[in-house]
């Protein structure tokens, strides 16, 4: 399809979707009421994330100077309503993930991978001078860049397919171990992780749950392992590295924009959104499902 097929496809799931997500519910108690509808707002958002648009007022501008005969009340707003309205639809762009997740798109629960992305919001240098995120936002290690970061860390589980499934946000220096019970809270199968998950003791805990976490073993428990798991779970994990380059190269989530949690969340929810109805889509065409370039030709 081509990119107003592309747009039109996304506003017309989403549309329909919106009204199941609130329960035919009005979203808003007075004031009155915004010239763009949700549907539109959200769409703009998922198709802006798949461009690779990460800045609002770049978003704004692209569908304000390219798409004002599909969304003719963007001729009439401005950026900072435009803002305050996306933001203000975070619950429902996880209400229409968690829907998409849980009732639409098949896969298969029992497998699953975890592991974490950094989310820097402000450059090193910049740090010490820097107020957002104050008390929140921690330094951490970016292993990829291997560099120090200041922000947080997406905690991810996908399926075995590669559908984003479960994602928990939590500052840079929180390791990956620790944070795997709270990340596979209520789950049950068999985890694939890297060397961080591996911690006999988490590992022991998980499997009291029902979740078996298979990690790659390290040197100070290498005698304990067999001489082959290392090698063999350093393979099959190699999809969770694809889904996070798709969220850093096209979504830009190692570069935040945004000054205060609401909006990071916000952010984080609509490329989420954004990945799961690209992974749906190439699940109808019976393609593979994260190859998103195809989408749009």
């Not at 997740?101 to 001078?129: G, H, K, L, M």
């Not at 779970?233 to 000054?259: E, H, M, N, P, S």
Request: hydrophobic content about 45%.
């Amino acid at each position: 399809m081509n990119l107003d097929d592309f747009i039109i496809t996304c506003f017309c799931l989403i549309d329909e979707m919106v009204p199941m997500m609130t329960k035919e519910q009005p979203l808003r108690a007075r004031g009155p009421m915004p010239k763009l509808c949700d549907s539109e707002v959200i769409t703009m958002e998922v198709v802006g994330s798949y461009l690779g648009l990460n800045q609002d007022s770049a978003l704004f501008a692209y569908f304000q100077r390219h798409y004002t005969s599909f969304f003719p009340a963007l001729a009439q707003l401005s950026r900072t309503t435009f803002v305050r309205q996306a933001a203000n639809l975070w619950v429902v762009k996880e209400r229409i993930w968690c829907w998409l997740r849980d009732a639409v798109i098949p896969y298969d629960p029992t497998i699953s991978i975890v592991d974490s992305v950094p989310v820097p919001v402000c450059r090193f240098a910049r740090v010490p001078w820097c107020v957002r995120f104050r008390g929140l936002a921690s330094y951490g290690k970016d292993h990829v860049d291997r560099q120090t970061f200041y922000g947080f860390r997406l905690h991810a589980q996908i399926s075995w397919t590669g559908l984003i499934t479960r994602a928990f946000l939590a500052p840079a220096n929180e390791a990956d171990g620790v944070m795997a019970p709270v990340l596979l809270e209520g789950t049950t199968g068999v985890v694939l992780g890297d060397r961080n998950y591996c911690l006999p003791d988490r590992q022991a805990f998980l499997r009291s749950k029902g979740i078996a976490l298979q990690a790659p073993f390290r040197k100070a428990h290498s005698p304990k392992a067999a001489a082959y798991q290392s090698s063999v779970l350093g393979r099959v994990r190699y999809r969770i590295d694809t889904v996070f380059g798709q969220l850093t190269d096209r979504c830009k989530i190692k570069r935040v924009w945004a000054r205060d949690l609401w909006h990071v969340r916000n952010y984080l929810l609509r490329c989420l959104l954004m990945h799961s109805i690209c992974f749906w889509f190439n699940q109808q065409q019976e393609v593979p499902p994260l190859q998103f370039d195809r989408l749009v030709v």
